[in-house]
């Protein structure tokens, strides 16, 4: 049970006396998510909370990748799905995701593409407390120009857009300089049925949280302006300490 963090940490500053006979006290950890339809902004905005509040960014297509890349036999069981277009399934993904969270008991983390189903939700909420969701609402015309310019370094993950931040040279990852690709379910003809399955999978996470009191919902039609309210929010919940999370502050 990772409760918000270590057993000795609690949803607020909890104090501990150290080996030394110190007392300290240990920095709130902070836990999000991040949800939105395909094209929403997932990505792009976790990026820049991770860059701004220095929590860790955890992507689960990321963790499936690396999976995959790793050949685990949950990596191998994905890869079979992904290749279908399809979810992995709920036993597979928490099989995946919820040991790696058990490593990041001292951090704190904003998730993105996690939890994509109730059984998700549910399986995350018996393992920590988050303390806020953000939920992006953006109009399906935004995100149907959004996705049909977006390009993706396949090995990383890595997203570029050609009109919103494109690469430095045309078509190849600024990192590894490797080819870029296009989704073939970014395309608009499969944007309808993404975008329908999303909702119907997303209702019931997003009436958990909000019964929990914990979900923001921002709506937009550019990730520039959403910002500055996300990130004012966030500014009002994370304490500066959980910049260094496992900071500890010596106390008389
Ligand atoms: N929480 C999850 N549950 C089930 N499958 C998942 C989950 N997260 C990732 N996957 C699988 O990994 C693939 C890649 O995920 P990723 O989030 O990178 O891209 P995506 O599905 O194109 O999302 P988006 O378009 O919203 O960015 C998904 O298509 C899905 O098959
Ligand atoms: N034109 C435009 N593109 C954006 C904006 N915000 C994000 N994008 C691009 O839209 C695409 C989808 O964003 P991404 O962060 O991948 O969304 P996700 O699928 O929710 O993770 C990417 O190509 C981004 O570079 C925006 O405000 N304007």
Redesign the pocket.
């Known amino acids: 049970m990772l409760r918000n963090g270590t057993a000795s940490v609690r949803n607020d500053t909890d104090t501990v006396r150290g080996v030394a006979g110190y007392k300290w006290r240990m920095a709130k950890l902070f836990r999000a998510v991040i949800m ?5 902004g ?2 792009t905005i976790s990026e820049r909370i991770a860059q701004r509040f220095a929590l860790t960014r955890l ?7 690396e999976n995959i890349a790793a050949n685990t036999d949950a990596g191998v069981l ?1 890869k079979t ?2 290749e279908r ?6 036993h597979v ?1 928490t099989r995946l ?1 919820l040991p790696r969270l058990e490593e990041m008991t001292r951090h704190s983390w904003l998730m ?6 109730l059984a ?1 939700a549910k399986a995350l909420n018996s393992t920590c407390d988050l303390d806020l969701v953000i939920s992006l609402n953006i109009p399906y015309e935004t995100l149907k120009e959004r ?1 049909s310019d977006r390009w993706i370094h396949p090995a990383s ?1 890595r ?1 570029y857009n050609m009109g919103f931040n494109p690469p430095h040279v045309q078509g190849r990852d600024d990192i590894s300089g490797e080819p870029l690709i296009q ?1 073939d ?2 395309k608009p003809e499969a944007l309808v049925a ?1 975008l329908r399955h999303y909702k119907d999978m997303a209702k019931p996470i997003i009436d958990l949280y909000k019964s929990k009191g914990i979900l923001h919902t921002f709506s937009g039609t550019e990730t520039d302006r959403i910002w500055p309210y996300i990130n004012s929010l966030l500014s009002t919940k994370i304490p500066s300490t959980s910049q260094t999370d496992t900071q500890r502050i010596p106390m008389p």
């Open positions: 939105g339809p395909p094209g929403s997932k990505g992507s689960s297509g990321d963790f499936v990748r994905a799905y992904i277009g399809l979810l992995v399934p709920d993904m995701l993105d593409g996690f939890p994509r189903t998700q996705l993950g997203v989704h379910d970014d993404r």
